[in-house]
């Protein structure tokens, strides 16, 4: 029997692939065959991370800030240019946070936060949808996994206004981007990762890298997420085993919202 988590031949753009879950993400889909492109704000960061994780596969860096729609739409037109015409999977990982306290969360913790977490992955899929659908098959559909947060499906009450709801609604988005594509060999389903050691839980752990013992509490499992978890969750829902979900939401938590 052939590897059913195979992505042979496939290519995947994964937005903020160059640190923390999206390159988590990013080295998993190498991992199964795929030709990978990555972003970052920066080139040259994007370039740096893309020769790192080149040892298992092929890898490409792309600079792009994703704060506005016209950067969306040029990083498809850059795409194009350099990568071709055939999208498999996008991953719109890249996201921002803001926590405050609600008598100080400030107006300006709303726009980038909803511009970064939620429009632009809209955006990007939008762009995109020519080379997705060129890439995507009634057998075996091309993907789009928004990365969304268990803080959008339950109450976690982490004084990140704009950022849990920004999450709540990219799920919504990805259910209506699933049934409106269907059609079209496209299906999209979200991830709702738990607490995973990336920059944005970096203050939920200590130097030695230990996990605040009040946050292990709230976790069934006791423990944050792993690389290859959620490595392994996106290959999954990247791969022709999976190609019959679509509009599903999957936590990954160890048990926070399913447990809860
Ligand atoms: N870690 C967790 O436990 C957890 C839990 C639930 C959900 N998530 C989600 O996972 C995703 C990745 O977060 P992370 O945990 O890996 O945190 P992170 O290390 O802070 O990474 C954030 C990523 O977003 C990118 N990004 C931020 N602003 C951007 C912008 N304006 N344009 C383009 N890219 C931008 C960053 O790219 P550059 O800095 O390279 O530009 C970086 O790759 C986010 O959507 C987050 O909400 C994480």
């Not at 995507?136 to 959008?152: F, K, V, Y």
């Not at 996990?211 to 290859?228: A, S, Y």
């Not at 599903?248 to 399913?258: E, L, S």
Request: with cysteine; aromatic share 4%; net charge negative.
């Amino acid at each position: 029997m052939s590897n059913p988590f195979d992505l042979a031949g496939k290519t995947a753009l994964v937005t903020g692939g160059a640190q923390g879950l999206g390159r988590m993400i990013a080295e998993g889909l190498m991992g199964a065959g795929a030709r990978v492109v990555i972003t970052s704000r920066s080139a040259e960061k994007a370039a740096e991370a893309a020769k790192e994780i080149s040892t298992t596969g092929m890898c490409i860096g792309l600079g792009a800030d994703l704060s506005t729609p016209q950067a969306a739409v040029d990083l498809a037109k850059e795409f194009r240019k350099i990568v071709g015409d055939e999208l498999h999977v996008l991953v719109n990982n890249a996201g921002q946070s803001w926590g405050a306290n609600i008598d100080d969360f400030p107006d300006e913790a709303w726009g980038n936060v909803l511009a970064v977490n939620l429009q632009m992955p809209f955006t990007l899929v939008r762009e995109f949808l020519p080379e997705l659908e060129k890439a995507g098959h009634a057998e075996d559909p091309a993907r789009i996994l928004n990365i969304g947060s268990i803080a959008g499906a339950t109450a976690l009450r982490l004084r990140a206004y704009s950022y849990s709801s920004s999450k709540a609604a990219i799920h919504q988005l990805t259910r209506d981007l699933a049934g409106d594509l269907v059609k079209r060999n496209i299906t999209a389903n979200a991830i709702l990762p738990g607490y995973f050691p990336t920059g944005m839980t970096a203050h939920l752990r200590d130097a030695e890298e230990e996990v605040n013992p009040k946050l292990l509490k709230t976790i069934p499992m006791k423990r944050m997420g792993k690389p290859d978890e959620i490595a392994a969750l996106a290959v999954f829902l990247s791969c022709k085993s999976s190609a019959y979900i679509t509009g599903a939401a999957i936590p990954m938590d160890g048990g926070i919202v399913g447990c809860g």
